[in-house]
């Protein structure tokens, strides 16, 4: 009963001196959207040795690059006519050198999302070139050989 009765009084003499948020706290903040649009994020890299730069490809919405730490995410795959990624990869010796896998790889439901190959980028992402496999439906996984960045 004792330990009872106390942790009864620590209770009260904790809840007394709690703080009591007042709505005018948050009267200066504003909700906002940080993050690449689509749904699903399959695929993420990040340029080593760059804290600030990262890519995420979505399931059917497309490849996002931020440069910023992710405050704020470019789409830089939208010129191109598939916008289901299933994979991205930089060369190790050239991260300028970009890889995606196109197609969306986990098969969840009936209506998803086919790519048409694999695509490279030789500017970070600025411009891009199909480089074959179009029929492959899905793209997994890009693996980038150490030195050679046409080779994958």
Do not use: C
Request: glycine share 12%; net charge negative; hydrophobic share 40%.
């Amino acid at each position: 009963m004792r330990i009872f009765s106390a942790l009864i009084l620590l209770f009260l003499t904790v809840n007394s001196f709690s703080q009591t948020l007042k709505d005018d706290i948050f009267e200066n903040i504003d909700f906002r959207f940080i993050g690449p649009e689509g749904n699903r994020a399959i695929a993420i890299v990040g340029v080593p040795g760059d804290e600030n730069t990262t890519y995420i490809g979505a399931a059917s919405g497309g490849l996002w690059k931020t440069v910023d730490r992710g405050l704020s995410w470019k789409p830089i795959f939208d010129d191109q006519d598939v916008s289901s990624i299933g994979s991205v990869a930089l060369a190790p010796s050239d991260p300028e050198q970009v890889w995606v896998g196109t197609g969306e790889t986990f098969v969840i439901r009936p209506a998803h999302a086919m790519g048409d190959g694999i695509y490279k980028s030789s500017d970070a992402g600025a411009t891009w070139t199909n480089m074959g496999l179009e029929t492959s439906g899905r793209i997994g996984r890009v693996i980038v050989h150490p030195t050679d960045t046409n080779t994958v």
